[in-house]
């Protein structure tokens, strides 16, 4: 066995495939710490700041003093708290859902809820968009299920495999992401539900990098859109903290309580988590100008990379994509940032597909236009 892993290690390194972990420490103004220098952060998800926001971290620190570290069990036993129920009630509010329920992480909540919605009717077909997030491969890998994938934001493609693999079938699922992690471009989500209306399917979106940042007060674009039966998004991006919600109804969540062995199997999230999810509800809301500056930013690097001759994708949100090809470019440009002091690290296959490797710049509200033009100057003379 281990003769076979040293090999797959090598096989790995030959792609310029290799990866390692690095420590890294966040730190004010968009910046982060890491190899003892202070780097200009386009790479941690941390859209808003909120990670060390004030009243995050005190929040956390003050409900880890009053109710303990630990919520000592799942919560279907006795790990659901006063402080659990209040959050879930937040969250649905905050979505405009009947019903919330937090869960520990989101690639724990995409791989146990999937195969879970799966479960209930004798054959079921999902429907995922080719770009979702590896948790929705692994729930859909999970599932006893017919998986198609349809051809990106590809509202054609996904019609015509709804109406040639999903009419013998007694459920179908369709799963998009509201805003794509590593493309940074939007979901057509009114095309997606109407298909689902007229081919009577529930539609399942993950909200992951949407929340917090995009829809009316930062409550994601199903906040703008409603029609999706089941709604997933993280606390661990834009709202700083750690974990996961689910928005649904009444049904739904019923349903997932009696049969996601995710939230069946696994320790409740303990409270100093749930102290800064509640801080980061509060915040959130608040939020329209660092997301009107954020937007702005991201404008401002689309414009300058096109400018430059990049392809920035469909990217419409604070991810915003420098696709350089292979990985042996991704790297050397994500060295020649790290030079200039600038964490903008390569995205390599399989995260992306072969042949677009790439910079992924996560912008932040916490960054200046200056920044920005950093970034830009940068990638100028790499171009030349
Ligand atoms: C990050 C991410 C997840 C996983 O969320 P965690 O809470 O970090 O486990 C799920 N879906 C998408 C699209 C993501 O980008």
Redesign the pocket.
Not at 105 to 110: F, Y
Not at 132 to 136: E, L
């Given at each position: 066995m281990l003769d076979h892993i040293r090999q797959s290690l090598d096989r790995i390194a030959e792609k310029d495939r290799m990866r390692a972990l690095k420590v890294a420490q966040l730190a004010d103004g968009g910046r982060i710490m890491r190899d003892g220098r202070e780097l200009l952060d386009l790479s941690s998800?941390d859209y808003l700041g909120l990670a060390r926001h004030p009243l995050l971290t005190e929040t956390a620190a003050n409900f880890a003093r009053e109710y303990g570290a630990g919520s000592g069990a799942s919560r279907l036993i006795t790990g659901t708290s006063a402080a659990h129920e209040t959050v879930d009630a937040r969250i649905a509010a905050f979505k405009g859902t009947e019903t919330a329920l937090v869960m520990a992480?989101?690639?724990?909540?995409?791989a146990g809820i999937i195969p879970a919605l799966a479960k209930a009717a004798p054959t079921t077909a999902i429907f995922a968009d080719e770009l979702?997030?590896?948790?929705?491969h692994a729930g859909c890998r999970a599932a006893r299920a017919d998986v198609h994938f349809y051809a990106h934001n590809d509202a054609e493609d996904l019609e015509r495999l709804l109406t040639t693999r999903g009419a013998g079938v007694d459920a179908r699922i369709i799963i998009t992401?509201s805003c794509?992690?590593m493309d940074g471009d939007l979901a057509d989500l009114p095309a997606l539900n109407a298909l689902a209306d007229k081919h009577g399917a529930l539609l399942y979106v993950?909200e992951?990098?949407a929340t917090g940042v995009l829809g009316r007060g930062g409550a994601g674009l199903t906040a703008d859109h409603a029609g999706a039966a089941l709604v997933?998004g993280?606390?661990?991006?834009a709202l700083g903290g750690?974990?996961?919600y689910v928005a649904c109804s009444a049904l739904l969540r019923d349903y997932l309580v009696n049969m996601c062995p995710g939230l069946i199997f696994s320790t409740a999230p303990p409270p100093a988590v749930l102290g800064a999810m509640s801080a980061a509800l509060e915040l959130v809301p608040t939020m329209d100008g660092e997301r009107a500056h954020l937007a702005k930013l991201s404008q401002r690097m689309r414009d300058g990379l096109q400018g430059l001759g990049y392809d920035t994708l469909g990217s419409a949100s604070q991810i915003v994509p420098l696709v350089v090809g292979s990985e042996k470019d991704a790297l050397a440009l994500g060295e020649h940032l790290l030079e200039a002091g600038i964490a903008g690290l390569p995205i390599r296959p399989p995260t992306v597909p072969k042949g677009t490797s790439r910079i992924r710049l996560a912008l932040r509200s916490t960054l200046s236009s200056e920044d920005v033009d950093l970034v830009l100057d940068c990638v100028s003379t790499w171009r030349r």
């Open positions: 998800n992480s989101g690639w724990q909540a995409n979702v997030h590896n948790s929705i992401e794509f992690s993950d992951a990098h997933m993280t606390f661990s991006k750690f974990g996961a």
